[in-house]
């Protein structure tokens, strides 16, 4: 999920530019205005997400395929197994660490590269798929575009772009308005180099649990992470459910 490394803010509040993406890998972040160590990776969920996985079993995913933002790298892992070439990459390298150990454990080919996203600089090959899984939002503006620019630099033309991110809308039982994103900014930040073809409300399963979440409900809080555990949709697994768009582009 991380685009770049933290730039050492604190301003009390949750928001991307002050997470210690690599502490998260690396056993826990501190979250913000507070003592409180959340000891959990939100997105790392021990497998691949379920909304790639009826993406890939669509048969909409092909070619050479680029994971942005790779984290722990299930998502890429999964797509291996499937049968298809893969390459991550992400800007922690606690995260990649782990990434390449799995598919070692596992004995599964996948590229695995340490890349700004902003820059995409070491990442040569050209793509045919890229699929982003909640790393858009961890953008600011200006990063946004430059990230645009730099996937459409490594892909080929008529490459397909999957993309999930937070979106504007009600989230039962969570709030975490500074990290989601409108249709409107998707279009200002990807039109120039990606026409979008859709844009549609999906569910994406978190590592969060209902328990996890009411437990530490007064620590979320004091970091502006706005937490009702009674309230929050939950998957079979138990596993506590945020609102995405799911947004299909081609390369322009």
């Not at 685009?3 to 050492?8: E, F, I, Q, R, V």
Request: contains cysteine; negative net charge; glycine residues 10%.
């Amino acid at each position: 999920m991380e685009a770049h490394m933290p730039n050492g803010s604190d301003d009390g509040a949750f928001s991307p530019g002050n997470i210690d993406f690599n502490a998260f890998y690396r056993g826990g972040a501190a979250l913000p205005g507070t003592g409180f160590v959340l000891d959990v990776v939100p997105w790392g969920i021990d497998g691949p997400q379920p909304v790639l996985v009826a993406l890939e079993e669509s048969g909409r995913l092909s070619g050479d395929i680029l994971d942005a933002g790779c984290g722990l790298g299930e998502n890429a892992l999964y797509l291996a197994g499937r049968g298809h070439r893969v390459t991550g990459f992400d800007a922690a390298s606690g995260a990649l660490e782990q990434a390449r150990a799995r598919a070692a454990s596992r004995g599964l080919d996948v590229t695995f590269v340490q890349a700004d996203a902003t820059t995409l600089d070491g990442v040569q090959q050209q793509f045919d798929t890229v699929v982003d899984s909640a790393l858009y939002h961890c953008l600011d503006g200006v990063q946004r575009t430059a990230y645009s620019a730099a996937l459409h630099r490594v892909t080929r033309p008529g490459a397909q772009l999957h993309l999930f991110c937070f979106a504007d809308v009600t989230w039962p039982g969570f709030s975490l308005p500074v990290m989601t994103v409108s249709q409107d900014d998707l279009h200002a930040h990807l039109d120039e180099h990606w026409q979008i073809s859709g844009i549609e409300l999906m569910d994406y399963a978190t590592a969060f649990t209902r328990q996890y979440l009411q437990e530490h409900q007064a620590d979320l809080e004091k970091a502006g992470i706005s937490v009702e555990p009674g309230a929050l949709r939950t998957d079979d697994a138990g596993r506590a459910l945020a609102p995405m768009w799911k947004l299909h582009a081609v390369r322009r």
